[in-house]
């Protein structure tokens, strides 16, 4: 296993965020070298200026945290972040599309953020709490057809949601590792034992909020 922090990705994604909070998630990746930060897209040329000469990664988020916005807005939305010096990109799955079973819709959607974002890795987030385990083996297929390089757990915004399950990590992992995605665990992981229970269960990545805490 690899030293913990280099799976955390140090999230500040609420709407009342201030600026001093987030000067303060910068210096703490600084500090504890995380993998990364994951900051909404308004916040990406601050967070790529804070963090020049580390190897720290600034992460964003498209079409947060519904996943309902068109795809050619999720698209333009990319394009910026890219534009704005993003290292990757984390999109919100059209959660309507996979309950409606219009897959190919969930296929052209992931796939224009993917263009749009071009060699950016690009996450895509599936909701579990949302998702049925079928669901969630289905969108992981769909994730894999249309080019993506990670598929996440949760935004970490549904009201009385869990997050990040164990059982739906090993199951994005076994769907996901034979094609070369890799699995994001994020929601409600905030303290070591949950941590390292994501990883065992085959979490590449970690987007938490207490990235000090678990590290410390």
Same mark, same amino acid.
């Given at each position: @296993?690899?030293?913990?922090?280099? %799976?955390?990705?140090?999230?500040?994604?609420? =709407?009342? !965020?201030?600026?001093?909070?987030?000067?303060?998630?910068?210096?703490? *990746?600084?500090?504890?070298?995380?993998?990364?930060?994951?900051?909404?897209?308004?916040?990406?040329? =601050?967070?790529?200026?804070?963090?020049? $000469?580390? $190897?720290?990664?600034?992460?964003?988020?498209?079409?947060?945290?519904?996943?309902?916005?068109?795809?050619?807005?999720?698209?333009?939305?990319?394009?910026?972040?890219?534009?704005?010096?993003?290292?990757?990109?984390? @999109?919100?799955?059209?959660?309507?599309?996979?309950?409606?079973?219009? %897959?190919?819709?969930?296929?052209? $959607?992931?796939?224009?953020?993917?263009?749009?974002?071009?060699?950016?890795?690009?996450?895509?987030?599936?909701?579990?709490?949302?998702?049925?385990?079928?669901?969630?083996?289905?969108?992981?297929?769909?994730?894999?057809?249309? &080019?993506?390089?990670?598929?996440?757990?949760?935004?970490?915004?549904?009201?009385? &949601?869990?997050? !990040?399950?164990?059982?739906?990590?090993?199951? @994005?992992?076994?769907?996901?590792?034979?094609?070369?995605?890799?699995?994001? !665990?994020?929601?409600?992981?905030?303290?070591?034992?949950? *941590?390292?229970? @994501?990883?065992?269960?085959?979490? %590449?990545?970690?987007?938490?909020?207490?990235?000090?805490?678990?590290?410390?």
């Amino acid at each position: @296993m690899r030293e913990l922090n280099s %799976y955390i990705e140090h999230t500040l994604l609420k =709407q009342d !965020a201030t600026t001093e909070e987030l000067n303060k998630l910068y210096k703490e *990746a600084r500090e504890h070298n995380f993998r990364g930060v994951c900051v909404n897209p308004c916040y990406v040329k =601050q967070a790529k200026e804070a963090l020049k $000469d580390t $190897d720290v990664k600034v992460i964003t988020v498209i079409g947060f945290p519904l996943g309902a916005n068109k795809s050619e807005v999720k698209a333009f939305e990319a394009s910026v972040a890219k534009a704005d010096g993003a290292d990757e990109i984390d @999109m919100v799955i059209n959660v309507t599309a996979i309950k409606d079973k219009n %897959y190919d819709y969930v296929v052209e $959607d992931i796939k224009a953020v993917k263009i749009a974002g071009g060699d950016l890795p690009l996450k895509v987030i599936l909701e579990t709490d949302l998702l049925t385990k079928d669901e969630i083996k289905t969108a992981c297929e769909l994730a894999i057809k249309a &080019g993506a390089n990670f598929v996440k757990t949760s935004t970490g915004f549904v009201k009385n &949601g869990v997050g !990040a399950k164990a059982e739906d990590v090993k199951l @994005m992992y076994d769907t996901v590792t034979p094609h070369g995605l890799k699995v994001k !665990a994020s929601g409600g992981i905030r303290n070591k034992e949950a *941590a390292l229970k @994501m990883i065992e269960s085959g979490a %590449y990545s970690l987007g938490t909020s207490s990235g000090v805490k678990i590290v410390e």
